[in-house]
């Protein structure tokens, strides 16, 4: 997996008018944080394929795989319960907006992240 500079700017524009955000270089990618829960990413996966990551929360899976482009994310073998991958290059703006909206609608139902003393 590869980072995408192109994608990252699409994610950083979609979710700039929400508060605490935060990037972070995981998985391979970069990760959107919103008060320290994971709202998605972006990356090139090792089939060359540019997908966004969001976190939709396990009772919202089903309606999030409903959605063209959306598969549920993995791991290498492993399932990622509540999360799911999109073809990048399905999206347009806004649907990109709609997609940042399920997952920010997720997170917010969070309790809030303990802040870690480094």
Do not use: N
């Amino acid at each position: 997996m590869a980072r995408d500079s192109t994608l990252t700017a699409r994610l950083r524009m979609a979710t700039a008018g929400l508060p605490a955000v935060e990037e972070k270089q995981m998985m391979g990618g970069v990760c959107f944080m919103v008060a320290g829960h994971m709202l998605g990413g972006a990356r090139v996966h090792k089939d060359g394929v540019r997908r966004f990551m969001f976190r939709v929360g396990p009772e919202r899976e089903p309606e999030a795989l409903d959605r063209p482009g959306a598969v549920r994310a993995a791991m290498g073998q492993r399932q990622m319960k509540g999360f799911v991958h999109v073809d990048a290059d399905t999206l347009d703006d806004d649907q990109l907006a709609a997609w940042v909206a399920l997952a920010r609608d997720y997170i917010a139902t969070l309790p809030p992240r303990k802040a870690v003393v480094k």
